[in-house]
């Protein structure tokens, strides 16, 4: 597979990154921590370029295009590290034009399955931006679920690891509505993950160009430090970490894309089943893009706080804040030890290996 930007790609990534230097410079979105915070006007500018209803159709306000593309839009997004249920707006854009345009606020949850862990209580649920959304949908194995979030006694975590992404404890959800059955369930699921990993890549991307910009003009010993081989390495680093993450995040979003809704469920002995090429196919490539994307993103950043030296710790700098936002998008929607665990599970020998 070939993964270079065509024209189109490139102009759909300037559009989104110069708007995001416009109305969500890093300056600003930082101190977005809470609901009397955060600038819906900006909100809505990003919705309006059709950033959350990429894949949706014509008749609902949206672009008829592919995960692939939604994929190339979330990545200028991390690498701009705009804040929001960005993830939460493209998947509930499915069931309420309102969130896709910008007009309303949504947070997903993904239940646990049942008996592991806390969740066998009923909680803690932990849910972002509760304050901002008018409802929680919760997805488990079951379906997709609505609820009402003033329905949700949540409590606010007073110092969250991301301050651009406040946090609330709830004890339960009430179940609410069911508005999707299984198969949407598995999708958003899916999908989630696929965004959240190209929300990492950018962060990755990012981090790196920092870094290097700050390695050619910060000087010691009257060089620039950029000149010194031990940064050059670990730039090189994560220049190539940052770029394996890219590819195998597009190369899972064309798979989804390929594989429409006929995704497996990625357990058993039938995962590699059904698929034109049984080598390759979207449950293994999103694993795969989410091992990477949330791998590339954390060293990355930290990479770039050591170049930094010891400003790279302070409120001041900006790098600290994408290494805390890689940390909160690395369990979204799945986590790299479970991605990697699916990843292992396909490898195993499939039924259409078997004499």
Same mark, same amino acid.
């Given at each position: 597979?070939?993964?270079?930007?065509?024209?189109?790609?490139?102009?759909?990534?300037?559009?989104?990154?110069?708007?995001?230097?416009?109305?969500? /410079?890093?300056?600003?979105?930082?101190?977005?921590?809470?609901?009397?915070?955060?600038?819906?006007? *900006?909100?809505?500018?990003?919705? !309006? +370029? $059709?950033?959350?209803?990429?894949?949706? /159709?014509?008749?609902?306000?949206?672009?008829?295009?592919?995960?692939?593309?939604?994929?190339?839009?979330?990545?200028?997004?991390?690498?701009?590290?705009?804040?929001?249920?960005?993830?939460?707006?493209?998947?509930?854009?499915?069931?309420?034009?309102?969130?896709?345009?910008?007009?309303?606020?949504?947070?997903?949850?993904?239940?646990?399955?049942?008996?592991?862990?806390?969740?066998?209580?009923?909680? /803690?649920?932990?849910?972002?931006?509760?304050?901002?959304?008018?409802?929680?949908?919760? @997805?488990?194995?079951?379906?997709?679920?609505?609820?009402?979030?003033? *329905?949700?006694?949540?409590? /606010?975590?007073?110092?969250?690891?991301?301050?651009?992404?406040?946090?609330?404890?709830?004890?339960?959800?009430?179940?609410?509505?069911?508005? $999707?059955?299984?198969?949407?369930?598995?999708?958003?699921?899916?999908?989630?993950?696929?965004?959240?990993?190209?929300? =990492?890549?950018?962060?990755?991307?990012?981090?790196? %160009?920092?870094?290097?910009?700050?390695?050619?003009?910060?000087?010691?010993?009257?060089?620039?430090?950029?000149?010194?081989?031990?940064?050059?390495? +670990?730039?090189?680093?994560?220049?190539?970490?940052?770029?394996?993450?890219?590819?195998? @995040?597009?190369?899972?979003?064309?798979?989804?894309?390929? *594989?429409?809704?006929?995704? !497996?469920?990625?357990? !058993?002995?039938?995962?590699?089943?059904?698929?034109?090429?049984?080598?390759?196919?979207?449950?293994?490539?999103?694993?795969?893009?989410?091992?990477?994307?949330?791998?590339?993103?954390?060293?990355?950043?930290?990479?770039?706080?050591?170049?930094?030296? $010891?400003?790279?710790?302070?409120?001041?700098?900006?790098?600290?804040?994408?290494?805390?936002?890689?940390?909160? =998008?690395?369990?979204?929607?799945?986590?790299? %030890?479970?991605?990697?665990?699916?990843?292992?599970?396909?490898?195993?020998?499939?039924?259409?290996? *078997?004499?």
């Amino acid at each position: 597979m070939h993964f270079d930007l065509d024209e189109d790609g490139l102009a759909l990534q300037a559009t989104v990154r110069d708007l995001c230097g416009a109305r969500l /410079p890093l300056e600003t979105t930082r101190n977005w921590t809470d609901a009397a915070s955060f600038d819906r006007a *900006a909100w809505s500018a990003l919705a !309006g +370029l $059709g950033a959350f209803t990429m894949t949706q /159709p014509e008749a609902r306000g949206g672009l008829e295009l592919g995960v692939a593309d939604a994929g190339l839009v979330f990545q200028v997004l991390g690498a701009e590290l705009v804040p929001g249920p960005l993830v939460a707006a493209a998947l509930v854009a499915d069931l309420d034009e309102r969130v896709g345009a910008g007009e309303a606020f949504a947070t997903v949850v993904t239940r646990p399955p049942a008996g592991s862990g806390p969740a066998r209580a009923g909680g /803690p649920w932990v849910i972002p931006h509760l304050d901002l959304a008018a409802d929680v949908y919760v @997805v488990d194995d079951q379906g997709v679920w609505r609820t009402a979030a003033g *329905a949700v006694e949540g409590t /606010p975590v007073p110092n969250p690891l991301d301050p651009t992404t406040p946090m609330w404890l709830a004890d339960a959800v009430p179940a609410g509505e069911q508005v $999707g059955g299984p198969e949407l369930a598995r999708g958003w699921l899916l999908r989630g993950s696929v965004l959240a990993s190209a929300l =990492l890549a950018g962060n990755a991307t990012r981090t790196v %160009e920092l870094a290097t910009a700050y390695a050619k003009q910060r000087e010691q010993f009257g060089r620039v430090i950029g000149g010194f081989q031990a940064v050059k390495h +670990l730039l090189a680093e994560a220049f190539t970490r940052a770029e394996v993450a890219r590819v195998a @995040v597009d190369a899972a979003a064309v798979a989804l894309d390929d *594989a429409g809704t006929s995704v !497996g469920d990625g357990e !058993g002995e039938g995962f590699d089943d059904g698929y034109a090429d049984p080598t390759f196919n979207p449950v293994r490539a999103i694993a795969g893009a989410r091992v990477l994307a949330a791998d590339a993103a954390s060293r990355n950043a930290k990479t770039a706080i050591q170049v930094h030296g $010891g400003m790279g710790f302070t409120w001041e700098t900006t790098i600290h804040l994408f290494l805390k936002r890689a940390w909160i =998008l690395r369990n979204a929607f799945t986590t790299p %030890e479970e991605a990697a665990d699916t990843v292992a599970h396909s490898l195993a020998r499939p039924k259409w290996m *078997a004499a």
